[in-house]
């Protein structure tokens, strides 16, 4: 079978799936047997297949993907990984984004994966981000981390919103948010969120404002997040060092070269960081007379 049926069968029973369970509050990742084959059986004519190949092509999906497996003796199936069913879920949707904002808005918190993976497929998501920006701003700021077009004033408004709120905000999803944005320096909202959090690391005017822009920073996972961390790096600040050693690997070359400079506060970093790379970079250390 064509890797285009295939998908389209599983894109199929991810969504009946996920509708079944906010339906029938079951568990949303698994199907009886009897019921996949009666969901396969359904599609298949619309790709000029014979309902009767449900099990043939089932069963292809199962032995040569790993895709969906199957649980408790072949009497039930299910993805090898819920984001892999949401994925399916939202490929299944892609060109009917009024019916995704329903079910959204039916059950926000199991769609809230989907809607997000559904902005990294479309072309164009600006209706659905305006639409879940007015109902939860946090999940519309998360969409533009995926999303592949978005007019420019949409975009704009929801990425000025959370600038706005930077200094009081801890909460780790919405930092996790502006890591995600800024991450994306091949967009221009990720380059303007980036340098955004990066001024405010310098000049923000209250240890709580710069120590949320270093978390922000170090959860965009860019080596360019550590040289701007330590170019501000001191023995006495504990903002930018606990967010270097967040960093993990990433930060490895920078406080090496911190601990060259005669920065003995960067051995310890490295130690806390506790990666075999880490402790590589330590050992030359071990006859420093410093």
Partial sequence: YSGVHKQRVLQNLAL???????????????????????????????????????????????????LLLRIDGGQRYQFSHLTLQEYFVAAALRDSQDELIQRWQNAPSDWREIVKLWCGLANNSTTLIKTLYQNDPLIGFECLADAQEVDPEVAQQVIDYFKGHLEQEEDEEILRAFGSVAADLQRSRGRELFEFLADKLVKGESLASRKVAAQA???????????????LYNNDEVTVREALIRMGNL??????????????AALEDLKRIATPEAALTLVPFLWDSR
Avoid: C, F, H, W
Avoid at 251 to 264: N, S
């Fill in 16 to 66: 009946y799936s996920q509708d079944n369970a906010n339906q029938q509050q079951q568990d949303r990742r698994s199907l009886p047997y009897e019921v996949v084959l009666e969901q396969v059986k359904q599609v298949l004519p619309s790709l000029n297949l014979e309902p009767k190949e449900a099990d043939s092509i089932v069963n292809e999906i199962v032995d040569r993907s790993g």
């Fill in 217 to 231: 920073l170090s959860l965009t996972n860019l080596p360019e997040a550590t040289e701007r961390l330590a170019q």
């Fill in 251 to 264: 930060a490895v070359p920078q406080l090496k070269l911190l601990a060259e400079q005669g920065k003995l």
